[in-house]
């Protein structure tokens, strides 16, 4: 069983940075592929990042170098440093967790453990 919990979201100006943290329960945490979504109610949710154990990182498209994903797996935390952020940034972030042999790490579907997520609000 693997235990997520999200902190960091808030309610920031256009233009600045937040750093969402995850932290994850279970001794296996490096074996696993890290990955954050989001979410806009009535909205499906969207990939945003994953990193690997290489670690390997994947990125939405539209989000490169704007964001960026990395893991400490001493600590078994995940994070996700997002710089000048925008209006259409908003939504309720989740961190998720997949096993090493899931191969499409841009589908929800391959995690098999979420967080309750974290709200990240940006105002013009």
């Known amino acids: 069983q693997v235990q997520l919990v999200e902190s960091g979201g808030g309610l920031v100006q256009a233009g600045a940075s937040l750093r969402l943290s995850c932290e994850t329960s279970?001794?296996?945490?490096?074996?696993?592929?890290m990955g954050w979504f989001r979410q806009v109610p009535g909205k499906e949710r969207e990939f945003v990042a994953a990193?690997?154990?290489?670690?390997?990182?994947f990125y939405r498209d539209s989000l490169k170098g704007r964001f960026t994903i990395s893991r400490d797996d001493a600590k078994n935390m995940v994070y996700l440093q997002m710089n000048n952020l925008k209006p259409g940034d908003t939504a309720v972030y989740s961190c998720?967790?997949?096993?090493?042999?899931?191969?499409?790490?841009?589908?929800?579907?391959?995690?098999?453990?979420w967080g309750q997520g974290t709200q990240v609000t940006v105002s013009l």
């Open positions: 998720a967790a997949a096993p090493y042999y899931a191969t499409d790490f841009r589908e929800g579907t391959s995690y098999h453990y």
């Open positions: 279970g001794r296996t945490f490096r074996t696993w592929t």
């Open positions: 990193i690997g154990r290489s670690p390997d990182t």
